[in-house]
């Protein structure tokens, strides 16, 4: 059995919120009677957190959220010194309406090394087509937005994600808005569902038409060969409900509710009154890992087989909704299923081509798409088998640089690893794929291991 070790603390730092979103998947829990988590609070449950240690997989994650954290800006900055404080670098994330970001919230979040994640669903129809001020008055939140984030200074939303809700009204302008948000300055765009929204066939239909417009993007920009629109297209991410869907043991995730209960979800911590059964700890007990892997049991008990494919929306977040607020899942399971099969029909190969890409982004021999190499072959090349067991990526790459910029325009390229294969076969031959199609050559690849 694995050792359990959560990697990303979810802290819903408030239930307040001065905005009332239609689709708020915290709905329940800013219904209850305002709370919020003390200081002290805060640092026992970092402290329960950071005694796990930090694992393999890089960097663990405290997320603030809410409600909205930065209506509590006092308490969100004494947190985030306490964790700097602190020997393990966690990555820190503020999820935030942006409503209330002014120069030095944002200049003191930045200065800690927090990422900001503004909700944001596209221009200002799409946006306050869902968001809404609480207490109403018809003001727009995405004028009260633009204001703020065009007050920070230049450059500043490059490091900041754009957070977007996607609902079946607003998914037609999915394309668009991706666009827009690019065009504001925002490098990354990470979208979600609204988790519990039912999907019509009606709605089915426009979400594959969306989709269809998408693919046709990645695939215009990837037929280009131009690295820079490439990158471009492929700067957003879908929330990936992979994990969830595997075997339903999403046990890296825990989340705290502001009454200082711990949770294995998110769903859970928002439930409100009704979450209370499936708490898996408190700041005085810690976080009971028995409990925590029971609450997913019972979930994936209700799952069918034909409900278990992965795609954009979790069934086991939309089991234990259902079972948090005694509904049937049965129809949310078949809804989420749909979905998550045109998810995969449409876009599936192209969110792995996407994955892969930036997988390759980070590796130092890998990633540069731009580079070109020193020398080339002069005359055309048409076959290279390469033993690629032992050499190193940088060498690796030179051999498949050597056939593909050769005068030839296709190129039959074999990668040999041998027994004992590295990890870097799969990214040199992802990388001979990518390369090629830039350079315009048309390549046999053939990648062969004896361990694979
Ligand atoms: S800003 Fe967030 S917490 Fe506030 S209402 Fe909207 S979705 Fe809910």
Redesign the pocket.
Known sequence: MSVFRPTRLEIFLTNR?????T?????H??AGAAGTLSAAALKKAVSIFAAYGPGPGGPRTICF????PLLEFPLLKEAVLHIRSLRERFDITV???A?LLDRSKAAFLARSGVYLAV?LDGGKEVHDAH?VF?GGGGASVYDALLRNLRALPPDSLAGVRASV?VTSRTMPSLPDTIETLQDMGFRFVELGLDAYERWTPAGLRALGRTLDALRARYAAALASGDPARIARVFSFSLENKRQKAGFYTPLGDVSLSPEGRFYPSDTLATAGAGGGDFSVGDLETGIDESKLRAVYRRAAALIPPGARAEGAFSPVDRCLYCLVHGLDPRALLADAAAANRLFSEKIGGLLEVQRVWRELAKDREFGDLAHAPRQAASKPVRRLAVAAGGLAPAALRAAADFALYSPSPSVRLRLAAGRGAGPDLGTAAVYSSLKARLLGKKLRLAAESDSL
Not at 17 to 21: I, T
């Open positions: 919120c001065n905005l009332r979103c689709y708020c998947s915290s709905r829990l800013l959220t809410g409600g909205e999820n935030t309406n409503t909700s968001r609480a809700t």
